[in-house]
């Protein structure tokens, strides 16, 4: 695929302050098959989105989410396998312990 900044006319104003992006703050920060992950930080309100296109046979399709996290906090959760059943139990059950913010902490 060949993917370049103009694919993000999709999303051409921030969803905060309703500004025009600057095309210099796109980030592509991943690329898989028919999809890419960009990033934008709006240069108003500082506020970021990510933006997920996928290259469709109908043309390019687009969700954009406001984030706190990073591009590379973005990349990295990307990549984490996705949340199974049995991962929301042992949280259900640590919880029931009343100690959860411990273990996670722990965790790290
Ligand atoms: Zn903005």
């Known amino acids: 695929m060949d993917f ?3 694919s993000i006319r999709l999303v051409q104003q921030c ?3 309703e500004r ?3 095309e210099e703050r796109v980030q592509i ?3 898989q098959g028919n999809s890419f992950l960009a990033y934008m930080t709006c240069t108003f309100c500082q506020s970021n989105i ?3 296109v ?3 046979p109908q043309g390019l399709v687009g969700s954009a ?4 996290l990073t591009p590379e906090e973005v990349l990295k959760f990307s990549h984490e396998e996705n949340i199974k059943a049995n991962d929301i139990l042992s949280v259900h059950e640590i919880n029931k312990k009343g100690n959860i913010i411990e273990t ?3 965790l790290n």
């Open 20 to 22: 025009k992006y600057h």
């Open 54 to 56: 996928i290259s469709m």
């Open 4 to 6: 370049n900044k103009h």
């Open 15 to 17: 969803p905060v302050c």
């Open 29 to 31: 920060i991943d690329e």
């Open 50 to 52: 990510i933006v997920r």
């Open 104 to 106: 996670i902490n722990n």
């Open 65 to 68: 989410i406001l984030t706190d």
